[in-house]
């Protein structure tokens, strides 16, 4: 007598470990590795399909191969390749139970839910949330000599040279906003037109050397630093510092007086390749300790300046290697943008000077009126995420790119780069 064995079902599982960053645009797929950036490029549908089942929601990173695919070729390729860097292992079980992996999870996404509920309670939050704090104390009109001072503030947090005539926040305005901080954030930046003509600057400085939780940032035109001299005697430098902003037109001789002082830190605005390497030789000449270039877009007058000095290329974006925590966190926010509030001399205040004032001090609640952004208008900047705009949104580097900057906002472009189709890092396609 034959006995026929019955033929015991299995159920193929891919479990991709949690290190691994998948991103699936456009008909292609990128599997990358976190500790080490090497990564596959995937072509193969059969492949991709099995990797948007992983990388579902509801599945987190386990991946069910179907019968019809698990003696594929390409597909058993793909998956002896995977156990063999590392970044998976393969799961079978008698019965269709899929395994469970545990996430990374991110707070701020349980925030965000938690902030839908419409509870007032967790204004709380909101408050720790506001990590930097800019105040524009006066406005002016811009001046002759340097003409993309008028933009440069939406583009690099500088000086604010905008108004046709002279004016200044009240000091009642001020210590409005000073007296609205529950928690107090990490950083606080002085600036405006003129930050040593606003007629109560004494009373600023002794306010703000009181706040010693936070460091405080005094931002003025490298014209404006002989002024100094008086009030630099009543600032406490032990939690504050002069952040020196430098013109291509500024006579550079006056750095020689400063360039060693701890006090101060150089902010050298460039608009082009002339400017760049007059302020190299400054720089070398009186040995000038800290310093930054923060380059400036002139309409399209400088844009091939521009591309040189800010695009992004593949070999950029992996010089740093992030965490897989870091990934995901700029696919729920903005990083770069996230946390900070302006103020200007009127007391309205902005989650991004490149847009509209959400409120004024006068007569809306900060911490109020931030946590409705938070529920009606998530998309505002601080929730601007590169999988929110053209052509970022279709491109599997997205998240491995930095945050969309004040720079892209300004200009209203969203791809300063050039990456382009990249060299595999570990040799294989599929």
């Known amino acids: 007598m034959t006995h026929n064995k019955l033929k015991m079902r299995s159920y193929n599982y891919l479990a991709i470990d949690p290190f691994v960053y998948i ?19 995937i072509n193969n549908p059969k492949i991709i399909s099995i990797l948007l ?10 991946a069910y191969i179907g019968e019809g695919n698990i003696e594929d070729k390409e597909v058993k390729g793909f998956v002896q390749k995977m156990v063999s860097l590392g970044w998976g292992k393969m799961i079978i079980k008698k019965e269709k139970k899929r395994p469970v992996q545990i996430p990374p999870v991110l707070r701020i996404s349980n925030d965000i839910v938690n902030y839908e509920k419409d509870d007032t309670s967790y204004l709380t939050d909101i408050k720790t949330y506001i990590h930097e704090l800019f105040l524009f104390l006066n406005n002016d009109k811009c001046p002759l ?23 200044e926040m009240t000091e009642e305005i001020f210590m409005d906003i000073v007296n609205s901080l529950d928690v107090l954030p990490e950083k606080i930046s002085i600036s405006g037109s003129a930050v040593w003509e606003l007629s109560f600057i004494d009373k600023v400085i002794a306010v703000l050397n009181e706040k010693q939780q936070s460091l405080i940032s005094y931002n003025i ?28 037109t500024d006579d550079l001789t006056m750095l020689g007086e400063w360039a060693s002082d701890d006090r101060f830190f150089f902010n050298f605005l460039v608009d082009d390749e002339m400017s760049y390497n007059k302020y190299i030789s400054v720089i070398e000449k009186f040995k000038v300790k800290k310093y930054v270039f923060s380059p400036v877009l002139i309409e399209k007058n400088n844009l091939t300046f521009f591309e040189k000095s800010v695009f ?37 205040f902005f989650m991004n000077l490149n847009n509209s004032p959400i409120g004024n001090i006068k007569d809306a609640p900060l911490y ?30 997205a998240l491995l790119c930095p945050p969309i900057s004040n720079y892209e906002l300004y200009a209203k472009k969203f791809n300063f780069c050039k990456i382009k189709e990249v060299k595999n890092e570990v040799g294989h396609k599929l």
Not at 373 to 393: A, I, S, Y
């Open 53 to 62: 089942n992983a990388i579902d929601k509801k599945n987190y990173h386990i």
């Open 221 to 248: 035109k490298l014209s404006d630093a002989l002024k100094l001299k008086d009030l630099g005697k009543v600032i406490d430098f032990s939690h504050s510092y002069i952040r020196l902003n430098i013109i291509p």
């Open 312 to 348: 992004l290329t593949h070999e950029d974006i992996f010089q740093e290697k992030q965490t897989i925590k870091q990934i995901l966190a700029k696919g729920k926010f903005n990083p770069s943008l996230f946390g900070k509030i302006y103020f200007d001399e009127t007391g309205s």
């Open 23 to 41: 991103s699936c645009k456009e008909e292609k797929c990128m599997v990358l590795d976190t500790r080490t950036y090497k990564f596959l490029e």
């Open 145 to 167: 000599d340097w003409s993309p001072y008028k933009e440069s503030f939406k583009q690099i947090e500088t000086l604010r040279f905008e108004n046709d005539s002279y004016k």
């Open 368 to 397: 109020l009126t931030i946590y409705e952004q938070f529920v009606v208008n998530k998309k505002n900047q601080w929730f601007l995420t590169r999988n929110d705009v053209n052509p970022c949104k279709n491109c599997n580097f």
